[in-house]
Every structure is written in structure tokens, then in C-alpha cells.
């Protein structure tokens, strides 16, 4: 690593202390501000060690709050200590680049985008442009690199299936060695044939269009929610052809990101780790011995814009009644066997397969009384029936209900009608792209 990408990196600041000073916002504790201010001193006094250092602190101190309540209650303020904490100390490690200092700085840069909030218009993100060039090149996709050690960090305290007051998903995962047992005691045992391909009955399958006119999917499918197959539709997207785990791996394998580790919500060691991508794809989408693990509803692109240029937002939102700013658009890559327990969300979706095959059922609002919702309210949205290993004794109703179902490929999109309900198993190595719109 060279003083080129310290200058680069530098490049992305205001060239005057004043300058960034004036965007500071003094919303918080008077220490903690003079820390920012003395932190800040430091960088453009060229002492950047202890920038580095103060910058450890404010990570530390804030952290501290950012985990003392649940996530919605945390204050923007001290999301914003966070990021300026991660800004510094990364302009501490970049002061001697080192290639496992700038790991470290790109790495610290991810956790103030994870978990900070955005300051200074997005400079986190722009340092990580700078950084991700010069270690994701070295980092190319080879049994060398997926043994590269990385470091591992604790559980991730933010809740990130927590999207508002009213939604909060709890989902949780199951675990792979029970999977194959769990899908031969399904209720619905006898339309499975194959345990790996679930063939969907003809009755139950869900519809297929190609391309429909707006009209056609408005009044046949959005106005009545009727879930529906799209095909044809995202075929011209850059991701159907590019994205592979080489390619996933050159441009994001460096990057931290949140993993579900586990298993069900009964099982207390259900948890999300950060790790970089190159580690998630060594130990859980390669590594098939390991727990199942689950890069899921995350909002990846935001975090990394290069993938989004590969992807595109489905022309039918736009018969939303929202901006197109307002959908949320989140990533779903996991090894085969990972599980969505059936549970309803409060928007539209459009889920899009891009990588791998995943079986859906699909089960209309009308039928909640028969699905058994949890009555806590932080998963009043989940289903106490487990899809896999259903109890006809402690939920009869469930019997009654009548579902659609499909197996999802690449360059299918499937409109999930809002709160329809939806059970998920991927099939394969899979990665989907859902679409959250109103
Ligand atoms: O694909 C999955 O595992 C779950 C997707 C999902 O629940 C959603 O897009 O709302
Ligand atoms: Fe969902």
C-alpha cells in the first residue's frame, strides 16, 4: 500500500479543518464533541495516530449507547458519533497502510455504514470506494483467499428486521441437518416427490406471465392481490448474466455484512455475526459441513453501490403509489436449505431470483386465522406453524388452508401481494432481490 491511497483517501475531506468542523452537529454529550473537534484537530494537523487513537474512544464510547436500548430507540445523534469514531479511526490506520491496516480501516468503514448514520454526504461510503480498490483486487476469488484470515466480530446488536414500530419480523432460521427429516414430515408430504425440487401440484401452482402490459398486471393482479410469476422481465438486468460467487467475491468480498446464524426461533443460539463476504462465502455457502447462514434483508446496495448498477427497479412499481426513493430493496444470498418460516410483511413485494432456485408457499391474508400468528406483537406478523413439520393437533385449522406454491428460478420475479403470507426454502445456492413498495 502506497501514499497514493492516503492521499485518495484524504481527498475525500474537506480540505480545511473549518470547513469540517462547520458540519459537526453538537447535539451531543460536551465531551464527546470536544473529542470530535480534538480528533479532528489532530487529522489535518498531520498527527493522525492520535486521530486514530480519539477515534478508538468515540467507537467505543458510542457503542456503548448505540447498545444500551433496542435499535428504534437509539438516537441519530449517537449513530453519528459512531461513524465519526469509525471515520477517524480508519484515518489512523490509513496513516500507515499496511495492507492489514487498510483490511482494517475498509473493515471499520463498513461498521460506521452498518451501524452509524450518515455524515458529511456519505463520506464513509466514498473512503470505502478508495479502500475497497485497493483490497478487494488482492483479494480475488482462490482457496489462498478463502483462507485468509479474517477478523471475526461478536453479534450484531441492531436489530435489521426491525423496519418500523408496526414490523417487526421474526423470522429465524433452521438449522440444515434437521431440514431433509422437517420437509419429510411436511403436511403436505405427498405433493413433494423430491426432497431437494418440491414439485408444486397443477391446482395449487402460482400463474406465470410473460412480460404483462402495466394494465394487464393493474387490473389482474395489483387491484385483486393475486400473486403472480413475471418472466421475461428482468432478463436484459445486468445480475442474470454477471453475478456468480467469483464475481460477488471480486467486487464485495471484502466487505463486512450481517449473517443469520442458525436455525429457528426456538433455538436460543440463533444469532447474526458481521463478517466480509469472502468469509460468509467460505464457511457457509461453500463449506456445506458448517451451520446454515443467511445474508438476509439486507440492504446491500446501498452499502455497495457497484452491485446495484447491476440490478434495476421492476417498471411495475411505479403503479405504486410511492416514490421510487421509498422502496426498499434488500438482498437474500445463502447457501441451499436456508428458511423463511411463513410470515407476512406490510408492503408489496416483488422478489426477484437472480442465482439458485427457491420453493414458496404462498398463503392469502384471508387465511391468518388459520396460520396461527404469534399473539406477542414483535411477531405478530410469523406463523406458530413450522411449514416443515407441521402440528395438525396444536393447530387444526392449518389444514383448511389453501395455498399457492411455486419453485422461483433465475429471472423470475414473483409479486407477493402485501401480507400475503410466505414460507421460503432455497433449493440451491440462491440469491433473490426483494422489492418493498407501496
Ligand atoms: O427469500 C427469503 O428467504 C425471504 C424473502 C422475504 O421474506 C421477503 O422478500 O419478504
Ligand atoms: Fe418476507
Given at each position: 500500500m502506497d501514499s497514493l491511497l492516503l492521499d485518495q483517501v484524504r481527498a475525500q475531506?474537506?480540505?480545511?479543518l473549518e470547513e469540517f468542523l462547520g458540519r459537526?452537529?453538537?447535539?451531543?454529550?460536551r465531551k464527546v464533541t470536544e473529542g470530535i473537534r480534538d480528533a479532528a484537530g489532530n487529522l489535518y494537523r498531520g498527527t493522525p495516530t492520535q486521530c486514530g487513537m480519539l477515534g478508538d474512544v468515540l467507537v467505543d464510547y458510542s457503542w456503548e449507547k448505540l447498545n444500551s436500548r433496542s435499535w428504534k430507540e437509539v438516537e441519530r445523534e449517537w449513530r453519528c458519533v459512531y461513524s465519526y469514531g469509525c471515520l477517524f479511526k480508519a484515518m489512523g490506520l490509513c496513516s500507515s497502510p499496511t495492507k492489514e491496516n487498510v483490511k482494517e480501516a475498509l473493515r471499520v468503514c463498513d461498521m460506521g455504514l452498518l451501524m452509524g448514520a450518515e455524515v458529511m454526504d456519505n463520506v464513509l461510503g466514498r473512503i470505502v470506494h478508495v479502500l475497497q480498490g485497493a483490497v478487494c483486487a488482492e483479494q480475488r476469488f482462490d482457496p489462498d483467499t478463502l483462507s485468509l484470515e479474517q477478523k471475526h466480530h461478536g453479534p450484531v446488536s441492531r436489530d435489521p428486521r426491525v423496519r418500523d414500530d408496526q414490523s417487526v419480523k421474526g423470522q429465524k432460521r433452521m438449522r440444515d441437518n434437521k431440514l431433509e427429516d422437517d420437509l419429510m414430515n411436511c403436511s403436505s408430504s405427498e405433493k413433494v416427490p423430491s426432497l431437494l425440487t418440491p414439485v408444486p401440484g397443477v391446482d395449487t401452482m402460482v400463474r406465470r406471465l410473460h412480460c404483462p402490459s402495466l394494465e394487464h398486471f393493474k387490473e389482474h393482479f395489483l387491484i385483486p392481490q393475486k400473486p403472480v410469476i413475471l418472466e421475461g422481465v428482468i432478463d436484459h438486468w445486468p445480475c442474470i448474466k454477471k453475478w456468480s460467487l467469483d464475481y460477488i467475491q471480486r467486487v464485495a468480498g471484502c466487505r463486512t455484512v450481517p449473517v443469520e446464524l442458525g436455525s429457528?426461533?426456538?433455538?436460543?443460539e440463533w444469532s447474526q455475526r458481521l463478517m466480509t463476504i469472502n468469509e460468509f462465502i467460505d464457511k457457509h455457502i461453500l463449506n456445506k459441513q458448517s451451520n446454515i447462514g443467511y445474508l438476509a434483508q439486507h440492504q446491500l446496495f446501498e452499502q455497495i453501490p457497484e452491485l446495484k448498477q447491476d440490478i434495476s427497479i421492476p417498471?411495475?412499481?411505479?403503479?405504486?403509489?410511492?416514490?421510487?426513493?421509498?422502496i426498499t430493496i434488500n438482498a437474500w444470498f445463502g447457501p441451499a436449505g436456508t428458511v423463511s418460516p411463513l410470515h407476512q410483511d406490510p408492503q408489496q413485494n416483488f422478489l426477484a431470483q437472480i442465482l439458485g432456485r427457491k420453493h414458496i408457499r404462498l398463503y392469502s391474508v384471508d387465511e391468518t386465522e388459520n396460520l396461527y400468528p404469534f399473539e406477542s406483537s414483535i411477531l405478530h406478523n410469523t406463523s406458530q406453524v413450522d411449514l416443515e413439520n407441521t402440528d395438525l393437533n396444536k393447530f387444526p385449522r392449518f389444514s383448511q388452508a389453501a395455498y399457492e406454491e411455486c419453485i422461483l428460478s433465475p429471472g423470475q420475479i414473483l409479486f407477493i401481494p402485501v401480507k400475503w403470507w410466505h414460507f421460503i426454502r432455497a433449493l440451491d445456492i440462491s440469491f433473490s432481490v426483494s422489492y418493498w413498495w407501496s
Open positions: 475531506l474537506p480540505g480545511t459537526l452537529g453538537p447535539e451531543v454529550e429457528r426461533y426456538t433455538d436460543a417498471d411495475y412499481c411505479c403503479l405504486g403509489e410511492g416514490n421510487e426513493d421509498e
